[in-house]
């Protein structure tokens, strides 16, 4: 024993360990652990490092038997016989091939499931994701060297996974100190409407909104063919790609499955947080998509082929099922294209696709929320006391309602624990920050520094909010608010909507920029946005009224005008009406004393405004009382309604129904004067 009484080193003679070693010899009493061995652990199975690595992941395995028309034979029941998990591989990876096929060479890469960097195959044996595809080889004039080679899959990576390829091999991608992936969008940092295309057809140029106002902007066919191969190629010249098979839509039975091919880890992510995830057993019997998105966003498109007009284009063709990006990595754009995409399908199927928040109470009471950005949309439909079906996009069908993604998008830009708890706590792991800034060394990131851009954005999914309804369902509406946040001072801060000012409201889609928001602004501007959402719809944006009408009336559903803007007289003059304030206001519509309240008409607009609200001044529900210069509000006023009716006459022609009533009435439900 050791003069310190704790070990020593015993004889060779009395005890020796593996390989002569000698045994160490505690000052424990007790018999049973007197010795510490230095080969008391079971030495491991592996012989080499890459072998004890390849211990270290065990695979992920189907958790239901695969039944496929594909397979031969059939169980005696009738039914289709059960594959074998090689069988769907091959035929999932056939599937991904399909997609990826040059027009020309009609045949697609041969594909391999895995990352390229990790060795495929171990002590001479394939490794769990070795399982690959090669279609049948042509010989001919169209060969290629990329049809010589594999492009790996990467398929339907956890968010984990798509860290490490982020961090590995993405430049500006960081892990922030909340959790959350930080990654740069490039030269772009926003949407390009201007580039966006719309392939027109026989079926397109009589079925979408096309012309003054409309965000369809056309191409042919053939331009967007060649697009789709310059896209194609570049994709299959890469060593990987990332494969993301999920769906849109929380309503089962109007559910559209989406297939997005992408080059980058950040937009792999970006779309697993904002499409609806697949479990298990969806995946495994997922098949062929019903819409294809290819992003080639590294890759610019071809300035010398017709209908460009940049570097960059987003191309969407109807009738192929498919949109092409180039020359633009904003993950944004993806996004949406695919709520471009939901505008065109779900009225096919009587079904309303709407640009709103959406939120349900303790009885399943649901309201929607249409505003443009400022106007508080995000604030007001995420509420404690209610239940948040979703944020941004939505279906109103027979069923109710549906949020149409499986995430949020939120802005960032001067981000507050205080001001949004909800949306600050959601940024942790799994969670894609884009453009924000952070610090180099603790990593903590300051949204308010907007030196790479103000549209800094978070992503991430829709249970990362506590309150989230799951699955996203809901109830047919109660309440239909449109907000808008008028800097002319004008809007009551609320008034109860007849049918058709409802629908002459969501036409116009009003909100107002502030003065000093914009360089050369020096008074507020009024900003029109068709249906609040005019860069997404598809089709005439009278023909979503329409349906928002009868799915109104049919539901008895009631449409109130929110404003969150100014009271007391314009921006620079008046005050920005209190959140406190709107707050009461949205609980007694949700409450329903609103519709109780008695209320006197407003001259030009003709609103119905309430007298009192419980918890608001009674002054301030009346602009007229709240302005100390009658000749100014008068002004104003018209000067607004004028403004009105500008930008509907775009829209006053345009028939509705078979006897054109309905467009009379929505006409005459705007300011008079």
Same mark, same amino acid.
């Given at each position: 024993?050791?003069?310190?009484?704790?070990?020593? @080193?015993?004889?060779?003679?009395?005890?020796?360990?593996?390989?002569?070693?000698?045994?160490?010899?505690?000052?424990? &009493?007790?018999?049973?652990?007197?010795? *510490?061995?230095?080969?008391?652990?079971?030495? +491991?199975?592996?012989?080499?490092?890459?072998?004890?690595?390849?211990?270290?992941?065990?695979?992920?395995?189907?958790?239901?038997?695969?039944?496929?028309?594909?397979?031969?034979?059939?169980?005696?029941?009738?039914?289709?016989?059960?594959?074998?998990?090689?069988?769907?591989?091959?035929?999932?990876?056939?599937?991904?091939?399909?997609?990826?096929?040059?027009?020309?060479?009609?045949?697609?890469?041969?594909?391999?499931?895995?990352?390229?960097?990790?060795?495929?195959?171990?002590?001479?044996?394939? =490794?769990?994701?070795?399982?690959?595809?090669?279609?049948?080889?042509?010989?001919?004039?169209?060969?290629?060297?990329?049809?010589?080679?594999?492009?790996?899959?990467?398929?339907?990576?956890?968010?984990?996974?798509?860290?490490?390829?982020?961090?590995?091999? !993405?430049?500006?991608?960081?892990?922030?100190? =909340?959790?959350?992936?930080?990654?740069?969008?490039?030269?772009?940092?926003?949407?390009?409407?201007?580039?966006?295309?719309?392939?027109?057809?026989?079926?397109?140029?009589?079925?979408?909104?096309?012309?003054?106002?409309?965000?369809?902007?056309?191409?042919?066919?053939?331009?967007?063919?060649?697009?789709?191969?310059?896209?194609?190629?570049?994709?299959?010249?890469?060593?990987?790609?990332?494969?993301?098979?999920?769906?849109?839509?929380?309503?089962?039975?109007?559910?559209?499955?989406?297939?997005?091919?992408?080059?980058?880890?950040?937009?792999?992510?970006?779309?697993?947080?904002? *499409?609806?995830?697949?479990? =298990?057993?969806?995946? !495994?019997?997922?098949?062929?998509?019903? @819409?294809?998105?290819?992003?080639?966003?590294? @890759?610019?498109?071809?300035? #010398?082929?017709?209908?460009?007009?940049?570097?960059?284009? +987003?191309?969407?063709?109807?009738?192929?099922?498919?949109?092409?990006?180039?020359?633009?990595?904003?993950?944004?754009?993806?996004?949406?294209?695919?709520?471009?995409?939901?505008?065109?399908?779900?009225?096919?199927?009587?079904?309303?696709?709407?640009?709103?928040?959406?939120?349900?109470?303790?009885?399943?009471?649901?309201?929607?929320?249409?505003?443009?950005?400022?106007?508080?949309?995000?604030?007001?439909?995420?509420?404690?006391?209610?239940?948040?079906?979703?944020?941004?996009?939505?279906?109103?069908?027979?069923?109710?309602?549906?949020?149409?993604?499986?995430?949020?998008?939120?802005?960032?830009?001067?981000?507050?624990?205080?001001?949004?708890?909800?949306?600050?706590?959601?940024?942790?792991?799994?969670?894609?920050?884009? &453009?924000?800034?952070?610090?180099?060394?603790?990593?903590?990131?300051?949204?308010?520094?907007?030196?790479?851009?103000?549209?800094?954005?978070?992503? #991430?999914?829709?249970?990362?909010?506590? &309150?989230?309804?799951?699955?996203?369902?809901?109830?047919? $509406?109660?309440?239909? +608010?449109?907000?808008?946040?008028?800097?002319?001072?004008?809007? $009551?801060?609320?008034?109860?909507?007849?049918?058709?000012?409802?629908?002459?409201?969501?036409?116009?889609?009003?909100?107002?920029?502030?003065?000093?928001?914009?360089?050369?602004?020096?008074? $507020?501007?009024?900003?029109?946005?068709? *249906?609040?959402?005019?860069?997404?719809?598809?089709?005439? $944006?009278?023909?979503?009224?329409?349906?928002?009408? !009868?799915?109104?009336?049919?539901?008895?559903?009631?449409?109130?005008?929110?404003?969150?803007?100014?009271?007391?007289?314009? #921006?620079? =003059?008046?005050?920005?009406?209190?959140?406190?304030?709107?707050?009461?206001? +949205?609980?007694?519509?949700?409450?329903?004393?609103?519709?109780?309240?008695?209320?006197?008409?407003?001259?030009?607009?003709?609103?119905?405004?309430?007298?009192?609200?419980?918890?608001?001044?009674?002054?301030?529900?009346?602009?007229?009382?709240?302005?100390?210069?009658?000749?100014?509000?008068?002004?104003?006023?018209?000067?607004?309604?004028?403004?009105?009716?500008?930008? @509907?006459?775009?829209?006053?022609?345009?028939?509705?129904?078979?006897?054109?009533?309905?467009?009379? !009435?929505?006409?005459?439900?705007?300011?008079?004067?």
């Amino acid at each position: 024993m050791a003069e310190n009484g704790e070990f020593s @080193f015993t004889s060779r003679a009395r005890s020796t360990g593996r390989n002569g070693l000698p045994r160490i010899q505690t000052n424990n &009493n007790n018999k049973e652990t007197l010795v *510490c061995h230095d080969d008391s652990a079971t030495p +491991i199975k592996a012989k080499t490092i890459d072998e004890l690595h390849s211990l270290q992941k065990k695979r992920s395995t189907p958790t239901t038997p695969i039944k496929s028309p594909l397979a031969t034979g059939t169980a005696p029941d009738g039914s289709f016989a059960v594959i074998s998990e090689e069988e769907r591989q091959r035929q999932q990876l056939q599937s991904i091939s399909a997609s990826l096929a040059s027009l020309t060479r009609e045949t697609g890469p041969k594909v391999v499931k895995g990352d390229p960097a990790t060795p495929r195959k171990v002590d001479g044996q394939p =490794s769990a994701h070795s399982f690959h595809y090669t279609s049948t080889p042509t010989f001919d004039d169209n060969i290629s060297d990329s049809s010589l080679k594999f492009t790996h899959v990467l398929y339907n990576l956890s968010p984990a996974e798509l860290y490490e390829q982020a961090v590995k091999y !993405e430049k500006g991608s960081f892990i922030t100190s =909340s959790g959350a992936l930080a990654t740069l969008s490039g030269a772009k940092t926003g949407r390009s409407p201007r580039d966006k295309r719309v392939v027109k057809d026989e079926t397109t140029e009589r079925e979408l909104w096309w012309g003054k106002g409309s965000p369809n902007i056309e191409m042919d066919e053939h331009t967007f063919l060649v697009n789709r191969e310059r896209a194609v190629d570049y994709l299959n010249s890469l060593d990987k790609v990332f494969v993301n098979d999920q769906f849109l839509n929380w309503d089962p039975e109007h559910r559209i499955k989406v297939r997005i091919v992408s080059a980058r880890a950040y937009h792999s992510l970006f779309m697993h947080n904002m *499409c609806i995830r697949p479990t =298990s057993e969806e995946l !495994e019997d997922f098949g062929t998509p019903d @819409f294809t998105i290819y992003n080639a966003g590294q @890759f610019p498109c071809n300035r #010398y082929t017709h209908y460009m007009t940049s570097s960059t284009s +987003i191309d969407i063709n109807l009738a192929r099922k498919e949109m092409v990006i180039l020359g633009t990595q904003y993950a944004g754009e993806m996004k949406k294209g695919l709520f471009s995409l939901m505008h065109y399908l779900m009225p096919k199927r009587q079904i309303l696709s709407l640009h709103s928040g959406c939120n349900m109470g303790k009885d399943g009471d649901v309201a929607l929320f249409f505003g443009l950005s400022g106007t508080g949309k995000t604030t007001l439909s995420t509420d404690h006391n209610r239940y948040l079906i979703g944020d941004d996009e939505h279906c109103w069908s027979d069923n109710g309602v549906s949020n149409i993604e499986g995430g949020c998008y939120a802005k960032c830009i001067d981000l507050s624990r205080e001001k949004e708890p909800d949306i600050w706590n959601a940024i942790k792991f799994g969670t894609v920050l884009e &453009n924000i800034v952070f610090d180099e060394h603790t990593r903590e990131v300051d949204y308010l520094d907007k030196s790479v851009t103000e549209n800094t954005r978070a992503a #991430y999914p829709i249970e990362y909010i506590p &309150n989230a309804k799951i699955p996203c369902v809901g109830p047919h $509406p109660k309440n239909i +608010i449109l907000l808008a946040c008028d800097a002319f001072g004008v809007l $009551p801060p609320v008034s109860k909507l007849s049918l058709e000012q409802t629908m002459y409201h969501f036409i116009s889609g009003y909100t107002a920029l502030v003065a000093g928001t914009e360089e050369g602004v020096k008074e $507020p501007r009024a900003t029109f946005s068709a *249906c609040f959402g005019a860069a997404f719809i598809m089709l005439h $944006p009278t023909k979503y009224a329409a349906m928002l009408a !009868e799915k109104m009336q049919k539901h008895g559903a009631t449409g109130w005008l929110v404003n969150t803007g100014w009271s007391g007289g314009s #921006y620079g =003059s008046g005050n920005r009406i209190k959140l406190a304030f709107t707050r009461r206001i +949205i609980d007694a519509i949700h409450s329903g004393t609103l519709l109780e309240a008695s209320y006197t008409k407003t001259p030009v607009f003709g609103l119905e405004i309430p007298t009192e609200i419980e918890g608001v001044p009674s002054e301030i529900l009346d602009p007229e009382n709240t302005w100390s210069d009658m000749k100014a509000y008068k002004d104003t006023l018209l000067k607004l309604g004028t403004l009105f009716k500008k930008n @509907f006459e775009g829209f006053a022609n345009h028939k509705i129904g078979e006897d054109n009533k309905l467009a009379d !009435e929505i006409l005459a439900a705007g300011p008079l004067f």
